[in-house]
T-cell receptor
Framework: KAGVTQTPRYLIKTRGQQVTLSCSPISGHRSVSWYQQTPGQGLQFLFEYFSETQRNKGNFPGRFSGRQFSNSRSEMNVSTLELGDSALYLC??????????????FGPGTRLTVL | AQKVTQAQTEISVVEKEDVTLDCVYETRDTTYYLFWYKQPPSGELVFLIRRNSFDEQNEISGRYSWNFQKSTSSFNFTITASQVVDSAVYFCALSRPLSGSRLTFGEGTQLTVNP
Protein backbone atom coordinates (compact mmCIF):
# COMPACT_ATOMS: atom_id res chain seq x y z
CA LYS A 1 0.00 0.00 0.00
CA ALA A 2 1.40 3.40 -0.92
CA GLY A 3 2.27 5.74 1.93
CA VAL A 4 1.33 9.34 2.48
CA THR A 5 2.53 11.55 -0.35
CA GLN A 6 3.14 15.27 -0.24
CA THR A 7 3.77 17.71 -3.04
CA PRO A 8 5.84 19.61 -3.68
CA ARG A 9 8.79 18.42 -1.63
CA TYR A 10 10.56 21.77 -1.71
CA LEU A 11 9.31 25.32 -2.16
CA ILE A 12 10.94 28.72 -2.13
CA LYS A 13 8.71 31.76 -1.78
CA THR A 14 9.12 35.40 -0.88
CA ARG A 15 7.46 37.33 1.91
CA GLY A 16 3.90 38.34 1.18
CA GLN A 17 3.23 35.52 -1.28
CA GLN A 18 0.88 32.66 -0.63
CA VAL A 19 1.49 28.94 -0.94
CA THR A 20 -0.58 25.78 -1.26
CA LEU A 21 0.70 22.40 -0.14
CA SER A 22 -0.91 19.10 -1.06
CA CYS A 23 -1.24 15.80 0.77
CA SER A 24 -2.60 12.45 -0.40
CA PRO A 25 -3.33 10.08 2.48
CA ILE A 26 -2.89 6.34 2.59
CA SER A 27 -5.69 4.66 0.68
CA GLY A 28 -8.69 4.17 2.95
CA HIS A 29 -7.55 6.69 5.55
CA ARG A 30 -10.15 9.33 6.28
CA SER A 31 -8.32 11.66 8.64
CA VAL A 32 -5.57 14.03 7.59
CA SER A 33 -3.55 16.18 9.98
CA TRP A 34 -0.95 18.85 9.34
CA TYR A 35 2.05 19.73 11.47
CA GLN A 36 4.68 22.43 11.28
CA GLN A 37 8.23 21.60 12.31
CA THR A 38 10.79 24.30 13.05
CA PRO A 39 14.06 24.20 14.99
CA GLY A 40 12.74 26.66 17.56
CA GLN A 41 9.20 25.42 18.14
CA GLY A 42 9.54 21.75 17.30
CA LEU A 43 6.57 19.84 15.96
CA GLN A 44 3.32 21.74 16.28
CA PHE A 45 -0.16 20.68 15.30
CA LEU A 46 -1.87 22.86 12.71
CA PHE A 47 -5.23 21.21 12.02
CA GLU A 48 -7.01 17.95 11.35
CA TYR A 49 -9.63 17.12 8.75
CA PHE A 50 -12.07 14.26 8.69
CA SER A 51 -14.81 13.78 6.10
CA GLU A 52 -14.08 17.21 4.61
CA THR A 53 -14.61 18.90 7.99
CA GLN A 54 -12.04 20.50 10.22
CA ARG A 55 -12.13 18.52 13.47
CA ASN A 56 -9.30 20.13 15.39
CA LYS A 57 -7.26 23.28 15.08
CA GLY A 58 -3.98 24.26 16.64
CA ASN A 59 -2.86 27.67 17.78
CA PHE A 60 -1.92 29.25 14.47
CA PRO A 61 -3.07 32.52 12.90
CA GLY A 62 -5.84 32.65 10.34
CA ARG A 63 -3.26 32.90 7.54
CA PHE A 64 -3.01 29.13 7.85
CA SER A 65 -5.98 27.32 6.40
CA GLY A 66 -6.78 23.97 4.95
CA ARG A 67 -9.39 21.83 3.33
CA GLN A 68 -10.12 18.23 2.56
CA PHE A 69 -11.70 16.84 -0.56
CA SER A 70 -14.17 13.99 -0.95
CA ASN A 71 -11.34 11.59 -1.81
CA SER A 72 -9.64 12.52 1.52
CA ARG A 73 -6.84 14.41 -0.19
CA SER A 74 -6.00 17.60 1.66
CA GLU A 75 -4.45 20.94 0.94
CA MET A 76 -3.15 23.58 3.26
CA ASN A 77 -2.71 27.21 2.34
CA VAL A 78 -0.58 29.89 3.91
CA SER A 79 -1.30 33.43 2.85
CA THR A 80 0.87 36.51 3.26
CA LEU A 81 3.96 34.50 4.00
CA GLU A 82 6.35 35.62 6.72
CA LEU A 83 9.97 34.66 7.26
CA GLY A 84 8.92 32.67 10.33
CA ASP A 85 6.77 30.41 8.18
CA SER A 86 9.91 28.72 6.89
CA ALA A 87 9.54 25.16 8.11
CA LEU A 88 9.02 21.54 7.27
CA TYR A 89 5.30 20.92 6.86
CA LEU A 90 4.29 17.36 7.59
CA CYS A 91 1.06 15.70 6.69
CA UNK A 92 -0.20 12.60 8.47
CA UNK A 93 -3.12 10.31 7.82
CA UNK A 94 -4.99 7.86 10.00
CA UNK A 95 -7.81 5.46 9.45
CA UNK A 96 -10.48 7.20 11.49
CA UNK A 97 -10.92 10.10 13.86
CA UNK A 98 -13.53 11.18 16.41
CA UNK A 99 -13.75 9.39 19.73
CA UNK A 100 -10.78 7.22 19.08
CA UNK A 101 -7.13 7.64 18.40
CA UNK A 102 -5.68 5.81 15.47
CA UNK A 103 -2.01 5.76 14.61
CA UNK A 104 -0.92 8.58 12.36
CA UNK A 105 1.38 7.82 9.46
CA PHE A 106 3.45 10.67 8.13
CA GLY A 107 4.49 11.79 4.69
CA PRO A 108 7.98 12.99 3.73
CA GLY A 109 7.06 16.63 4.26
CA THR A 110 7.29 19.82 2.24
CA ARG A 111 10.25 22.03 3.00
CA LEU A 112 9.12 25.65 2.66
CA THR A 113 11.67 28.44 2.60
CA VAL A 114 10.47 32.04 2.76
CA LEU A 115 12.94 34.66 1.60
CA ALA B 1 -3.02 20.75 29.19
CA GLN B 2 -0.80 17.99 27.93
CA LYS B 3 2.95 18.07 27.82
CA VAL B 4 5.72 15.71 26.73
CA THR B 5 9.29 16.21 27.87
CA GLN B 6 12.36 14.62 26.37
CA ALA B 7 15.15 15.96 28.52
CA GLN B 8 17.95 14.46 26.44
CA THR B 9 18.56 16.78 23.53
CA GLU B 10 21.44 14.79 22.06
CA ILE B 11 22.94 11.38 22.76
CA SER B 12 26.05 9.98 21.17
CA VAL B 13 27.03 6.33 21.49
CA VAL B 14 29.38 3.87 19.86
CA GLU B 15 27.93 1.07 17.79
CA LYS B 16 26.75 -1.96 19.80
CA GLU B 17 26.15 0.07 22.93
CA ASP B 18 22.70 0.02 24.49
CA VAL B 19 20.95 3.38 24.73
CA THR B 20 17.80 4.54 26.51
CA LEU B 21 15.77 7.55 25.42
CA ASP B 22 13.67 9.11 28.14
CA CYS B 23 10.14 10.43 27.81
CA VAL B 24 8.06 11.98 30.57
CA TYR B 25 4.50 13.12 29.97
CA GLU B 26 1.83 15.15 31.72
CA THR B 27 -1.89 14.75 31.26
CA ARG B 28 -5.04 14.88 33.36
CA ASP B 29 -6.78 12.29 31.25
CA THR B 30 -7.14 8.72 32.42
CA THR B 31 -7.31 7.48 28.84
CA TYR B 32 -4.54 8.50 26.55
CA TYR B 33 -2.12 7.12 24.00
CA LEU B 34 1.64 7.29 23.80
CA PHE B 35 3.75 7.00 20.68
CA TRP B 36 7.34 6.91 19.56
CA TYR B 37 8.40 8.10 16.11
CA LYS B 38 11.78 8.09 14.39
CA GLN B 39 12.82 10.90 12.07
CA PRO B 40 15.83 10.06 9.88
CA PRO B 41 17.62 12.82 7.95
CA SER B 42 15.13 12.41 5.09
CA GLY B 43 12.53 14.09 7.31
CA GLU B 44 9.70 11.59 7.30
CA LEU B 45 8.40 10.55 10.72
CA VAL B 46 8.40 6.77 10.99
CA PHE B 47 5.96 5.19 13.42
CA LEU B 48 7.57 2.84 15.96
CA ILE B 49 5.02 2.05 18.66
CA ARG B 50 1.66 3.01 20.14
CA ARG B 51 0.62 2.25 23.69
CA ASN B 52 -2.67 3.01 25.45
CA SER B 53 -2.79 4.12 29.06
CA PHE B 54 -4.36 0.89 30.27
CA ASP B 55 -1.63 -1.33 28.94
CA GLU B 56 1.49 -1.10 31.06
CA GLN B 57 3.10 -4.20 29.69
CA ASN B 58 6.58 -3.64 28.40
CA GLU B 59 7.08 -4.41 24.75
CA ILE B 60 10.03 -5.75 22.83
CA SER B 61 10.42 -5.68 19.08
CA GLY B 62 13.77 -6.95 17.91
CA ARG B 63 16.43 -4.60 19.28
CA TYR B 64 13.79 -2.11 20.45
CA SER B 65 12.02 -2.21 23.79
CA TRP B 66 9.71 0.15 25.60
CA ASN B 67 9.11 0.62 29.32
CA PHE B 68 5.82 2.27 30.26
CA GLN B 69 5.39 3.29 33.92
CA LYS B 70 2.24 5.21 34.81
CA SER B 71 3.48 5.75 38.38
CA THR B 72 6.29 7.96 37.06
CA SER B 73 4.49 9.12 33.87
CA SER B 74 7.32 7.78 31.78
CA PHE B 75 7.51 5.90 28.50
CA ASN B 76 11.17 5.15 27.85
CA PHE B 77 12.64 3.61 24.74
CA THR B 78 15.72 1.38 24.71
CA ILE B 79 17.75 0.34 21.69
CA THR B 80 19.91 -2.70 22.34
CA ALA B 81 23.17 -3.18 20.43
CA SER B 82 22.77 0.11 18.58
CA GLN B 83 23.68 0.39 14.92
CA VAL B 84 24.71 3.31 12.74
CA VAL B 85 21.34 3.09 10.97
CA ASP B 86 19.66 3.94 14.28
CA SER B 87 21.03 7.48 14.02
CA ALA B 88 18.01 9.78 13.85
CA VAL B 89 15.84 12.10 15.89
CA TYR B 90 13.38 10.23 18.07
CA PHE B 91 10.11 11.79 19.18
CA CYS B 92 7.78 10.76 21.96
CA ALA B 93 4.17 11.89 21.54
CA LEU B 94 0.87 11.88 23.42
CA SER B 95 -2.74 12.00 22.30
CA ARG B 96 -6.16 11.84 23.92
CA PRO B 97 -9.27 10.27 22.42
CA LEU B 98 -11.34 13.45 22.48
CA SER B 99 -8.71 15.23 20.39
CA GLY B 100 -9.03 12.86 17.47
CA SER B 101 -5.62 12.06 16.11
CA ARG B 102 -3.92 15.23 17.36
CA LEU B 103 -0.44 14.53 18.70
CA THR B 104 1.50 16.52 21.27
CA PHE B 105 5.18 15.93 20.64
CA GLY B 106 8.21 16.15 22.85
CA GLU B 107 11.22 18.15 21.75
CA GLY B 108 12.97 15.12 20.30
CA THR B 109 16.27 13.41 21.06
CA GLN B 110 19.01 13.39 18.43
CA LEU B 111 20.71 9.99 18.59
CA THR B 112 24.06 9.57 16.88
CA VAL B 113 25.55 6.11 16.68
CA ASN B 114 29.22 6.18 15.74
CA PRO B 115 30.96 3.23 14.08
Amino acid sequence: KAGVTQTPRYLIKTRGQQVTLSCSPISGHRSVSWYQQTPGQGLQFLFEYFSETQRNKGNFPGRFSGRQFSNSRSEMNVSTLELGDSALYLCASSLEAGGTTDTQYFGPGTRLTVL
Amino acid sequence: AQKVTQAQTEISVVEKEDVTLDCVYETRDTTYYLFWYKQPPSGELVFLIRRNSFDEQNEISGRYSWNFQKSTSSFNFTITASQVVDSAVYFCALSRPLSGSRLTFGEGTQLTVNP
